[in-house]
């Protein structure tokens, strides 16, 4: 699978003109190129279009096929929908920051569709899985998460306005 997101590395820019080192084209095009496992003729890749967006972190990616024959690929991802990562601010979590949305698309091969469907919306980061399961179907992933504290917490977990917590997801029961 071959991410072509509308995100751009401007180093440049970060110095010359003190903004972030990623330019992010949010009216920009995005897709998805895949050539089929095994495959070494790029002729053969096939290229599907999504809503723009941005991925700094994928989860995984797995082959199947489903109830009609036709071959799909599904890919997990942890999706922006704009990058405003607020390194320059004090603390990530402030309510103007979007929340990551952890994203199952399905591309199939057969057909030429694509579905995106939102799992759950938090503000986590930086998947992992059990490494066994690389290239194929996973259920659970963790994340790094920002998790609200409360009034008896320490003081320095409520001046961290950075992840602060693990969160375990269920990718197969949303949850």
């Known amino acids: 699978m071959i991410p072509d997101l509308p995100v751009e590395f401007t180093p440049q820019d970060a110095v010359q003109k003190n903004q ?3 330019n992010y084209e949010e009216k920009g095009k995005a897709s998805y190129g895949i ?4 495959d070494k003729d ?9 809503d723009t967006h941005s991925v700094f972190h994928f989860v995984n990616s797995w082959d199947s096929t489903n109830d009609l024959g036709h071959e799909i690929v599904t890919c997990v ?10 390194l320059l601010t004090e603390h990530f979590d402030s309510p103007d920051m979007p929340n990551q949305i952890i994203t199952k ?4 091969l057969t057909t030429g569709e694509t579905s ?3 799992l759950h919306s938090f503000k986590c980061e930086f998947p992992v899985i059990n490494q066994e399961f690389v290239g194929r179907q996973n259920r659970y992933v963790y994340l790094a998460a920002i998790q609200e504290t409360d009034a008896a917490a ?4 409520k001046d961290n306005g950075f ?7 269920d990718i197969l029961d949303e949850k």
């Open 20 to 22: 972030f080192i990623f």
């Open 35 to 38: 050539l089929p496992r095994g």
């Open 42 to 50: 790029a002729k053969r890749i096939k290229w599907f279009d999504v």
């Open 77 to 86: 991802a942890v999706v922006h929908s704009t990058i405003n990562i607020g």
């Open 105 to 108: 698309f399905e591309f199939n």
């Open 116 to 118: 995106r469907k939102p």
């Open 154 to 157: 320490p003081q320095i977990c």
């Open 163 to 169: 992840y602060n917590s693990v969160l375990k997801f």
